[in-house]
């Protein structure tokens, strides 16, 4: 069964940087992609980021330059770097392994978890 679970949320104000975690287990973690996902209040849930099982990494253009994806395979874990945070970054934050593309939104390995709460405030 696999489980994904989410740390490092938290309320911060808009400039300042948070290190989301993501323990992942029951999953072949090296040779899947891994992604941050987030959704906010009203709104879908959308892609972040995502690295391969090779370390490549894809950022949407609302984060590129301002978070940084990670992944440690001998730990199973997945990490997203945020800085520079906005207001507009404010969500829940989820990882999961997508199925297929690295932007691909339509299948994923796991269930989702609880995610993490980042609030930023102005």
């Known amino acids: 069964q696999v489980q994904l679970v989410e740390s490092g949320g938290g309320s911060v104000q808009a400039g300042g940087s948070l290190r989301l975690s993501c323990a992942a287990s029951?999953?072949?973690?090296?040779?899947?992609?891994m992604g941050w996902y987030r959704q906010a209040p009203g709104k879908q849930r959308e892609l972040v980021a995502a690295?391969?099982?090779?370390?490549?990494?894809y950022y949407t253009e609302d984060v590129k330059g301002r978070f940084t994806i990670s992944r440690d395979n001998a730990k199973n874990m997945v990490y997203l770097l945020m800085n520079s945070l906005k207001p507009d970054d404010t969500a829940v934050y989820y990882c999961?392994?997508?199925?297929?593309?690295?932007?691909?939104?339509?299948?994923?390995?796991?269930?989702w978890g609880q995610g993490t709460q980042v609030t930023v405030s102005p």
């Open positions: 999961n392994a997508p199925v297929g593309s690295i932007k691909s939104m339509s299948r994923f390995v796991g269930s």
């Open positions: 029951g999953i072949t973690f090296n040779f899947n992609t």
């Open positions: 690295i391969t099982s090779e370390g490549r990494a």
